[in-house]
C-alpha cells in the first residue's frame, strides 16, 4: 500500500517550454503532498507543500511563479515548471501521505528534467 | 549546526558485513525518525519509520532511536550488494504526517560481492 505514482521519468525540451509533472496517490488519499528537487550526490530540497484546495505554500527562496504547483484532487498534484532554462534541469521528487496523522510519507520515483 | 548530521560516506563493505548508519539532531521536537533507501535516479523507499525511543526490526533491518543522545542509527545485517545505494535519515516533529521532513545528507553505501 501506500503508492505514489510521478510522471514522466525523464523529460528532455528546449529552453523556454513548460513542463508539467504529475504526482498521484494510488491506493490513498492525500491533502497534502511534497515537491522536492535533488541536485547530484546531494539530499532533497523541499520546494513546496501542496495542500488539496488551497494554495501551495513554499519554502524560501523559490519562485512561485516559476514552479506552479496545483493540487486539484485528493488524489493529484502537478508542478509546472514555467519558461524552464538550463539551470532548472534537475531531479524533482514528490511525497504524499495518507490523512492519518503517524503515517509516514512515500515518495514517487521521481521525474529528471533536462532543459537544452 | 545543522538540524540532522549524517556522514555522507562513501561507506564501502564486503557481502555479509553488518552496516551502521547515524544520524544526530539538534532539534528535540522531533518525535518521528524514517530511513529511507534511495537507488540511482530513482525515489526514496521508506525502509523504517519509528516513533520517539526503542528500537524496531524488520527482516535484516533495525532502527535504534536515542531521543536523550539525540542519535539515530541504522543496521543492516547481512548485507547483500542489493543494499548499494544511498540511506537518508529523515524525522519531523509530532505535528501530523502534514509536517515537513528534515532529512540527512544520505549515507552513499557499497556493498562488494
Known amino acids: 500500500g501506500a503508492v505514489v505514482s510521478q510522471h514522466p521519468s525523464w523529460v528532455i525540451c528546449k529552453s523556454g517550454t513548460s513542463v508539467k509533472i504529475e504526482c498521484r496517490s494510488l491506493d490513498f488519499q492525500a491533502t497534502t503532498m511534497f515537491w522536492y528537487r535533488q541536485f547530484p550526490k546531494q539530499s532533497l530540497m523541499l520546494m513546496a507543500t501542496s495542500n488539496e484546495g488551497s494554495k501551495a505554500t513554499y519554502e524560501q527562496g523559490v519562485e512561485k511563479d516559476k514552479f506552479l504547483i496545483n493540487h486539484a484532487s485528493l488524489t493529484l498534484s502537478t508542478l509546472t515548471v514555467t519558461s524552464a532554462h538550463p539551470e532548472d534541469s534537475s531531479f524533482y521528487i514528490c511525497s504524499a501521505s495518507p490523512g492519518h496523522s503517524n503515517q509516514p510519507q512515500h515518495f514517487g520515483d521521481g521525474t529528471r528534467l533536462s532543459i537544452l | 549546526q545543522k538540524e540532522v548530521e549524517q556522514d555522507p560516506g562513501p561507506l564501502s563493505v564486503p557481502e555479509g558485513a553488518i552496516v551502521s548508519l547515524n544520524c544526530t539532531y539538534s532539534?528535540?521536537?522531533?518525535?518521528?525518525f524514517m530511513w529511507y533507501r534511495q537507488y540511482s535516479r530513482k525515489g526514496p523507499e521508506l525502509l523504517m519509520y519509528?516513533?520517539?525511543?526503542g528500537n524496531k526490526e524488520d527482516g535484516r533491518f533495525t532502527a535504534q532511536v536515542d531521543k536523550s543522545s539525540k542519535y539515530i542509527s541504522l543496521f543492516i545485517r547481512d548485507s547483500q550488494p542489493s543494499d548499494s545505494a544511498t540511506y537518508l535519515c529523515?524525522?519531523?516533529?509530532?505535528?501530523?504526517?502534514?509536517?515537513?521532513?528534515?532529512f540527512g545528507k544520505g549515507t552513499l553505501l557499497t556493498v562488494n560481492p
Open positions: 529523515a524525522m519531523r516533529n509530532s505535528g501530523g504526517s502534514n509536517y515537513k521532513l528534515t
Open positions: 519509528t516513533y520517539s525511543s
Open positions: 532539534n528535540s521536537a522531533f518525535q518521528y
